[in-house]
């Protein structure tokens, strides 16, 4: 990853790193949603395939054209190399907000002490979705494939803050020093399990993944994995190397664990 911008953050405020991989239209109630809210100082929107779209003029707005698609962690990896704020947030393009997020989860984020924060993410009908997991086992990949267990957190609708094993990267907010302290993403992955890779690696710096529960945010998923063999391929692969990478040294998270590691 590149180092950062010679620029000093700029004091409490959020650069949201947004992907479209085609979007369109979509992305742009997002952005103009984005530019609204006063915690916001940058919307980063890096276009993953050639796509002509007016997005909102403003010079919160930078965007970002690639040559060839790059996978999800080397995207927003790049992003932050642009990154002049205290905080830098993974946003899907498929986001929407049922009010701003963003002051309730600097404010936690700062308190907590917490590498990562996330809101907890319901569907277009309300219903809870996934985002907040355990780590991935065999185990858990055969109770998933059996019906019996998606790997979800069963608690979080009873603790607030709630520390998951992980959280999906629809929505991730990151402090600026936490992010670069990590590297970022692991490049490795094209595309799954580098959401689930950064949370381990968080644990096992010591630090804490932090879920504010009274917080939502609406993502309408799109599962492309179960519907497209080049995204199950991606999947599988992202898997292995998940496992290879992290298998029998995982770290222990207690759901209750409070940080002591300020990051």
Same mark, same amino acid.
């Given at each position: 990853m590149r180092s950062a911008t010679l620029h000093g953050p700029k004091e409490m405020r959020v650069t949201v790193s947004i992907v479209s991989h085609g979007h369109g239209q979509m992305i742009i109630p997002l952005i103009e949603k984005l530019l609204d809210f006063p915690e916001i100082g940058t919307v980063i929107i890096t276009h993953n395939i050639p796509e002509v779209i007016s997005l909102p003029e403003s010079p919160r707005v930078i965007r970002r054209w690639n040559s060839a698609p790059k996978g999800f962690g080397h995207n927003h990896n790049d992003a932050f190399c642009l990154c002049v704020d205290d905080f830098f947030c993974v946003m899907n393009p498929d986001i929407d907000f049922v009010e701003n997020p963003f002051s309730a989860l600097v404010t936690e984020l700062v308190a907590s002490g917490s590498a990562m924060i996330a809101p907890k993410v319901v569907d277009s009908t309300g219903c809870v979705e996934d985002s907040a997991r355990h780590f991935p086992t065999i185990l858990g990949i055969v109770k998933k494939v059996l *019906?019996? !267990?998606? *790997?979800?957190?069963?608690?979080? !609708?009873?603790?607030?803050? @709630?520390h998951p094993e992980c959280v999906a990267g629809m929505f991730m907010l990151f402090k600026y020093d936490g992010?670069?302290? #990590?590297?970022? @993403?692991?490049?490795r992955y094209f595309l799954y399990y580098e959401d689930i890779d950064i949370c381990a690696r968080i644990w096992k710096a *010591? &630090? !804490?993944? /932090? /879920? /504010?529960?009274?917080?939502?945010?609406?993502?309408? &998923?799109?599962r492309k994995s179960h519907k497209s063999f080049k995204f199950l391929r991606w999947h599988i692969s992202s898997? #292995? /190397? @998940? @496992?290879r990478l992290h298998m029998w040294r995982l770290p222990q998270v207690a759901t209750a664990y409070r940080s002591k590691n300020n990051w």
């Open positions: *019906g019996i !267990s998606d *790997g979800r957190h069963m608690e979080l !609708s009873q603790m607030n803050p @709630f992010y670069r302290k #990590l590297n970022g @993403f692991d490049t *010591g &630090a !804490s993944v /932090l /879920l /504010l529960t009274p917080v939502v945010v609406i993502h309408d &998923a799109q898997m #292995l /190397l @998940f @496992f």
